[in-house]
């Protein structure tokens, strides 16, 4: 016999089934929302930024899944926007030689990489491939220069927020380009 | 002995079999397209024409949003403003097109078109002496009736265009409120390799197409008032009904002018009998497009997707065959998107490394 609550779960079945299609064609898993909301939340391009407005993000993003040793953009080609680790690995590396490369990072679930890409279309200055079965989201410029155009305060919040990012680390390498003009000078005087 | 089958035996390892059925299902999908397309041949050009209104009036929904309207308000706004206007111009304009249209009809109706054909004949006799020759009145007869006819279906044409008018509003709604994730459903079936490639390609056709077609609309706008103000002004009949169409058939390249100054002259040879009308008519036209081509198109259509004139042709040719006049409508455009896609994949090709 079934109990109460299979009762209610099994029907009326019609309604079931119509609801789960509703549910996997027509709407996104609230639970994969809520993931997603929680992984842009941490992300400093987004910070200071509401849940609508998060969600306006997340109309644009692209979700993509690689599997392990899957290239994700190569170096030289052409930029098209930037990625967020929603889960497994990233490694950025860079060509050295003909048949060698340095790995530059490595990247898990929360970090973004690409992000230069949403202001022009140079060339990527290294690849990235997947460590491991990935799963990443992808904001591109052209949505990104749409979402400017018909949201202009939210696309002004986000590009603060990668002015901001961008000149942290022109003062980091500014700090660390002193540092080094500092050891090279001290070097000078030794020898 | 072994027989020559097993030594011929490839080692099918699964990438290669999964590669097999990827090439064979898209084989034969474009084998169901071949077969499945021609019959929804309608629903096609409507998705078509949708699409390319889609486009033009994107903007002005983005431009809705952008003062902080909600999407769908947006849309339901944008297009009960067109309806609005659709309203006012039947409201406005009916009258006069309704007027000419009676008369053409009242026209057609006293006479047939074979007693259409025969005035005619006699005119043209009388103002050019050499057509009097029975061989040619005969052969002349034969394509003025063919004509006729073919003016007469366009009307009915026209008309079931008209019934798909709340059709193509519907599909309109959609195409502009959900838009944005359809596309994204679409890019999501690419591959991971030729993703971003398609993604900025199809960004990229998008907004050269918009613009392409933008500008043809307000070329069409601008030339069909000019035609109108034209004819008005030469007194010329149903010179409401000739003006506008010649604004719409401007966007047929090279066709167009002539399609849409042809009749004006006829009208203009039938009520005068003298070639004095016609060839103002015939100025008038010529200087429009000279007006249009050196002063309008330059600085409105887009130049990116300018295609060579015999390509023009031959596309405007297959489109008629294809859609009659809705497909020479179409032809141009089409052949843009196709033009302007094969440009950016041969871009995202060699940028992409695609075959590296």
Known sequence: MLSKNETNNNSPLKFRIGDALWRNVFRKDSSQKESIFSILKKVPLFKGMSKPEINEFDKIIHRRKYKENETIFYEGEPGVGMYIVQEGAIAIYKNTGELEKEELAKLSAGEFFGELALLDESPRSASAIALEDTRILGLFRPDLLDLIDRKPRLGNKFLFQLAMLIGERLKHTNEELQTLWSKFEDSKVIT | ?356
């Open chain 2, 1 to 356: 002995m072994t027989s020559p089958i097993t030594s011929l035996t490839v080692n099918y390892t699964p990438k290669a079999v999964k590669k097999i059925a990827i090439w064979a299902g898209a084989l034969l999908l474009f084998v169901a397209l071949l077969i499945i397309l021609p019959p929804l041949k309608s629903v096609m050009s409507s998705l078509v024409i949708a699409l390319f209104v889609t486009m033009l009036l994107n903007p002005v929904v983005d431009f809705f949003e952008n003062r902080g309207i909600d999407r769908l308000l947006a849309v339901v706004l944008v297009l009960m403003v067109i309806v609005f206007l659709m309203v006012l111009g039947v409201k406005f304009f009916a009258p006069v097109v309704s007027h000419e249209i009676e008369q053409m009809s009242a026209g057609l109706q006293n006479q047939s078109p074979e007693e259409m054909t025969l005035k005619f004949q006699e005119r043209l006799g009388k103002a050019v002496p050499l057509l009097r020759n029975p061989l040619i009145q005969a052969k002349t007869k034969e394509q003025l009736d063919a004509l006729l006819q073919k003016s007469l279906s366009l009307i009915v044409q026209l008309f079931s265009a008209v019934m798909d008018m709340v059709m193509l509003g519907f599909i309109t709604f959609f195409f502009l409120k959900d838009g944005r994730r359809m596309k994204k459903a679409v890019v999501r079936w690419v591959p991971n390799r030729y993703f971003e490639m398609a993604l900025i390609i199809l960004h990229k056709t998008e907004r050269q197409l918009g613009k392409y077609l933008r500008g043809q609309l307000l070329v069409a706008i601008i030339v069909g008032a000019m035609s109108v103000a034209a004819l008005y002004l030469l007194h010329i009949r149903y010179y409401f009904f000739i003006g506008t169409m010649a604004g719409l058939a401007n966007m047929i390249p090279y066709f167009g002018p002539v399609v849409g100054a042809v009749p004006a002259m006829i009208i203009a040879l039938m009520d005068y009998g003298s070639f004095g009308p016609v060839t103002a008519v015939a100025v008038a036209f010529a200087s429009i497009q000279l007006f249009e081509n050196i002063f309008i198109s330059p600085f409105i259509v887009s130049r990116s997707v300018e295609l060579h004139p015999l390509t023009v042709i031959i596309v405007i040719l297959i489109g008629g065959q294809l859609l009659d006049i809705f497909g020479m409508l179409l032809a141009v455009p089409v052949a843009s998107i196709l033009k302007v896609s094969v440009k950016e994949l041969y871009w995202g090709f060699k940028n992409y490394r695609i075959f590296a």
